[in-house]
């Protein structure tokens, strides 16, 4: 049975960073494409950054050259390191997980079918 649980969020101020933590279980990460998403109160999910089976890894635009996704094949995690966080972050983050063989990162909601609880990120002074 495939799980995910995610871990890491926080208060922040604007300009820091968070790291937050995806541990994986049922099947082993190189089997798995992983992602993170968000959403906002009153908005949609969104993904902000996914990694396929193989290490291929997609970022949103607003993700692009701030967030890093990692994954730890040995740990069964995937990580998501966010920086220079700005207000319009501020959102609950969710890990996503499917099993899936190698090949591009989607990284849209339909795409993932075990969810993680979420963890909430607040950016502001």
């Known amino acids: 049975q495939l799980q995910v649980v995610e871990s890491g969020g926080g208060l922040v101020q604007p300009g820091g960073s968070l790291r937050l933590s995806c541990a994986v279980s049922?099947?082993?990460?190189?089997?798995?494409?992983v992602g993170w998403f968000r959403q906002a109160p009153g908005g949609e999910r969104v993904g902000m950054s996914c990694?396929?089976?193989?290490?291929?890894?997609y970022y949103a635009d607003s993700a692009l050259g701030r967030f890093t996704i990692s994954r730890d094949n040995a740990k069964n995690t995937v990580d998501l390191q966010m920086d220079n966080l700005q207000p319009g972050d501020t959102a609950a983050y969710y890990c996503?997980?499917?099993?899936?063989?190698?090949?591009?990162?989607?990284?849209?909601?339909?795409?993932?079918?075990?969810w993680g609880q979420g963890t909430d990120v607040t950016v502001s002074s």
């Open positions: 996503a997980a499917h099993e899936r063989g190698p090949g591009p990162a989607v990284c849209r909601t339909w795409a993932y079918h075990t």
């Open positions: 049922g099947l082993p990460l190189n089997n798995v494409a």
């Open positions: 990694s396929s089976s193989d290490g291929s890894t």
